[in-house]
């Protein structure tokens, strides 16, 4: 998967509906979200994913991707995405591991998002 396929399959996640993330989501899939319960199946965001409203626009930046082994993509970046004229814009640093099953079929294993407030907190030594 080219660099240009690999951040519309990304955003897609962000914007498509509940049955095109229930697609792209491996039901063994690790998820680490900011909010509770924190850590979820790929079963359990897809879930989520089918009552929550979907975000209408995402944007991706500081991308970074990874090929660490032939059908294996690890991907980071900063997400800001919104819900249109809902509720404040959402703000995460995140991180999905993708890989391959066959040929043009890939499924997101791993996905993390860690909100900025997070990234500036000192700890105590």
Do not use: N
């Not at 814009?89 to 991180?95: G, L």
């Amino acid at each position: 998967m080219d660099d240009a396929r690999i951040w519309t399959f990304e955003e897609s996640l962000w914007t498509g509906d509940a049955d095109h993330y229930r697609a792209l989501i491996d039901d063994h899939c690790l998820m680490v979200l900011p909010s509770e319960p924190h850590v979820v199946t790929g079963r359990q965001a897809i879930e989520a994913v089918a009552s929550t409203p979907r975000w209408s626009h995402v944007d991706l930046s500081d991308r970074q991707v990874m090929r660490p082994e032939e059908g294996l993509i690890v991907i980071a970046y900063r997400a800001r995405a919104s819900r249109g004229d809902e509720g404040e814009p959402y703000e995460a640093f995140c991180t999905t591991s993708i890989r391959r099953r066959a040929h043009e079929d890939w499924l997101v294993v791993q996905h993390s998002q860690m909100p900025p407030l997070a990234v500036g907190s000192k700890q105590s030594a």
